[in-house]
């Protein structure tokens, strides 16, 4: 509440009082937290199915109702139910024909996709690991004001929040190779650029906030796209085991991110840190650029390191007969 500065050597605070507050707030923030997840397990319920009965009732009470009308209705209301049944099939085959693929952990493990997706996790990763210690020193480097701080910080996690239902749509409409190349991208053209940004005469202050802002909207976006790519490339049968193959990839990401802050002095080498961040989100679009993704715009489906749909779908049947072979 006081505003107080960073010490300009260390740049850690070193005031008694403040220190002393910390772990208050820590027990402040874990009881919020807890409280939120405790609400939030008591209101998640499995997804609403299709009542086909009540179809099939009301479909009844429409028979009825044409034969009590005459012979003529009758024949008219014969003819209309046919025509709607013939077209709940057609719906049905269409639907059977754009049923998601249900692979499950051991057959991926033979797909490219599966290492591209945990490329393009590890760099997220290492960059979100590390800008948990820089962030906030970039701009005390330039900007003597921790109460803007702390607000551009608050600001960034409320549009970390907020983008995750935006990012939504956008996979659906694209689906998720484009997306995570071009979010990627960004990311790193963000990272690279945000250590220069407070030096901006005048506007610097402002264009920190709106880079920081912006980093951790594509933040967002990864984890919004790689778990809808996983779901979409491998099925959802398996989803929480495929996606928990892919999110391994946090292990060595944390003991890079780790090593890195243990033994490189953060405020010395803070510009050549972001800057390694933005090159490897770099190397993350590249890899996401590489995914055989048969949702995406026809420019995107040109590059990409999978099979082809005949050698893939002969995989699946060989798959599918060894696994009846074995239950059998």
Not at 146 to 167: E, G, H, K, Q
Not at 178 to 187: K, M, Q, S, W
Not at 306 to 313: H, R
């Amino acid at each position: 509440p006081d505003n107080l500065a960073v010490n300009n050597v260390t740049q850690f605070f070193d005031d008694d009082e403040l220190l002393q507050r910390v772990p208050t707030c820590l027990y402040i923030i874990g009881g919020v937290l807890c409280g939120i997840q405790l609400i939030g397990c008591c209101l998640a319920h499995p997804r609403p199915e299709k009542k086909e009965k009540n179809k099939k009732e009301e479909k009844g009470a429409a028979g009825k109702e044409a034969e009590g009308d005459g012979e003529g209705d009758a024949v008219l209301a014969k003819g209309e139910n046919g025509e709607a049944e013939k077209e709940e099939e057609e719906e049905k085959k269409t639907e059977v024909k754009k049923v998601e693929k249900a692979l499950s952990p051991k057959q991926i493990l033979r797909r490219p996709d599966v290492y591209l997706f945990w490329g393009v996790m590890g760099c997220s990763l290492i960059p979100l690991i590390l800008l948990t210690a820089t962030i906030k020193v970039v701009g005390q480097r330039h900007i003597p004001d921790d109460r803007y701080l702390s607000i551009v910080s608050t600001l960034a996690a409320v549009f970390n929040t907020f983008a995750r239902p935006v990012w939504g749509p956008i996979g659906d409409r694209m689906s998720y190779k484009l997306p995570l190349f071009i979010n990627n991208f960004a990311y790193g053209v963000l990272l690279i650029t945000v250590p220069f940004m407070p030096t901006i005469p005048v506007a610097g202050k402002y264009m920190y906030a709106i880079w920081v802002i912006m980093i951790f909207v594509c933040i967002s976006g990864n984890f919004v796209l790689l778990p809808f790519g996983v779901s979409r490339a491998f099925g959802h049968k398996f989803f929480a085991q495929n996606y928990g193959l892919v999110f391994s990839a946090f292990t060595p990401s944390a003991v890079i991110g780790a090593v890195t802050v243990y033994f490189v002095r953060v405020d010395q080498y803070l510009d050549q840190i972001l800057i390694g961040c933005g090159f490897i989100c770099m190397i993350g679009a590249g890899l996401a650029a590489l995914l055989n993704d048969k949702d995406a715009p026809s420019i995107c489906q040109r590059i990409h390191c999978g099979k082809g749909e005949v050698e893939e779908a002969k995989e699946d049947k060989t798959e599918e007969s060894l696994g009846l072979e074995e239950r059998a």
